[in-house]
T-cell receptor, first 114, second 115 residues
Framework: AQKITQTQPGMFVQEKEAVTLDCTYD???????LFWYKQPSSGEMIFLIY??????QNATEGRYSLNFQKARKSANLVISASQLGDSAMYFC???????????FGQGTELSVKP | DTGVSQDPRHKITKRGQNVTFRCDPI?????LYWYRQTLGQGPEFLTY????????KSRLLSDRFSAERPKGSFSTLEIQRTEQGDSAMYLC?????????????FGPGTRLTVL
């Protein structure tokens, strides 16, 4: 069964520093997508970045990059130059093959200190 | 593009009452998804539609829950005879099509409190 594990319930980072949020996944499917979402205290889920299982290069979107290590089944999110507005919950999610649903991890709460 | 919208944003109800939530997806998105999120947890899948057809339902979707997407545009999620355990954030998302590369975009959610 597919599963997402985020082992860091909470993280602190100094403003302007980089931070890595961990995500490991478990699937027997060869075709899958990995997603990161940000959820501020207001509640909406904001899409950040996507990595496909067949993508050879790590995905990047502005200050966000995804460190994809397929053999280790990890898909860590790297946020560079943290800003106060980055304080939020971050969720890693996976979608297999032609399936519709996303499977989410438990989330990591990131706090950026001034 | 207008994003996914949900109505109402907040709902307080008494145990045993019925409630209905509405979701309007991004226009031209064929797929619409419902998730439920309880405090401190990640969202859990409930059901999804491709156009009018409901393609998958989670075991979480008990007989008291029903979802519809009658014309392939907006969707409603109804909970009958609400219980305190139904208190959660109900999130709607939409996407263009299926496949593992397809990104789902979420609405702001409806927060349900059952007293």
């Amino acid at each position: 069964a597919q599963k997402i594990t985020q082992t860091q319930p909470g993280m602190f980072v100094q403003e302007k520093e980089a931070v890595t949020l961990d995500c490991t996944y478990d699937t027997s499917d060869q075709s899958y997508g990995l997603f990161w979402y940000k959820q501020p205290s207001s509640g909406e889920m904001i899409f950040l970045i996507y990595q496909g299982s067949y993508d050879e290069q790590n995905a990047t979107e502005g200050r966000y990059s995804l460190n994809f290590q397929k053999a280790r089944k990890s898909a860590n999110l790297v946020i560079s130059a943290s800003q106060l507005g980055d304080s939020a919950m971050y969720f890693c999610a996976m979608r297999e093959g032609q399936g519709g649903k996303l499977i989410f991890g438990q989330g990591t709460e990131l706090s950026v200190k001034p | 593009d207008t994003g996914v919208s949900q109505d109402p944003r907040h709902k307080i109800t008494k145990r045993g009452q019925n409630v209905t939530f509405r979701c309007d997806p991004i226009s031209e998105h064929n797929r619409l998804y419902w998730y439920r999120q309880t405090l401190g947890q990640g969202p859990e899948f409930l059901t999804y539609f491709q156009n009018e057809a409901q393609l998958e339902k989670s075991r979480l979707l008990s007989d008291r829950f029903s979802a519809e997407r009658p014309k392939g545009s907006f969707s409603t999620l109804e909970i009958q005879r609400t219980e305190q355990g139904d208190s959660a954030m109900y999130l709607c998302a939409s996407s263009r099509a299926g496949g593992f590369t397809d990104t789902q975009y979420f609405g702001p959610g409806t927060r349900l409190t059952v007293l």
